[in-house]
């Protein structure tokens, strides 16, 4: 795991910002796009509850969250607490992580890209949902990925 992965972090561009908002407020509204949930978790300095927009992946009836900008703030305090809240109108489940091992990714990210490709396909910089196992673990330690528990 080279530390250039392991600290992947592509940070976001104004047009990111703002597409983020409208899903946020949408799911806030209790609108969920394409599976999308607004993350609640407690800031690991602050302790205070940080919010942003993701994409909930299932597979093989197990849910996932995948990180597609890398190592961002919200994976980073995702660690630190462990668990967090998914929120989608004035439903918060409350839920437990565990972050995937780079060999577990391939899978997953597999599926996240065949559903959320249009989405998020650029961040994955030339890898796609028929990319290789090869080719997926060569990335995978710039991905976290969590199983919801």
């Known amino acids: 795991m080279s530390s250039s992965s392991t600290s992947r972090y592509l940070v976001p561009?104004?047009?990111d910002n703002a597409f983020g908002a409208v899903i946020a407020r949408l799911t806030r509204m209790g609108v969920s796009v394409a599976g999308s949930r607004v993350l609640a978790v407690r800031g690991?300095?602050?302790?205070?509850?940080?919010?942003v927009p993701v994409n909930l992946m299932t597979v093989d009836g197990v849910r996932y969250l995948v990180a597609p900008r890398?190592?961002?703030?919200?994976?980073?305090n995702l660690r630190a607490a462990g668990g967090g809240e998914l929120r989608l109108g004035r439903r918060a489940e409350e839920f437990t992580v565990v972050e995937l091992a780079d060999?577990?990714?391939p899978?997953?990210?597999?599926?996240y890209l065949r559903k959320w490709a249009w989405e998020v396909g650029r961040f994955f910089e030339g890898i796609s949902a028929s990319s290789s196992?090869?080719?997926l673990l060569a990335v995978a330690p710039g991905f976290p990925v969590f199983r919801i528990s």
Do not use: C, F, I, N
């Not at 899978?107 to 599926?111: D, F, G, M």
């Open 133 to 135: 196992d090869e080719e």
């Open 103 to 105: 060999a577990a990714k």
């Open 107 to 111: 899978p997953v990210l597999r599926a």
């Open 44 to 51: 690991r300095t602050s302790g205070e509850w940080r919010t």
């Open 70 to 76: 890398g190592h961002t703030q919200w994976v980073r």
């Open 13 to 15: 561009t104004r047009l």
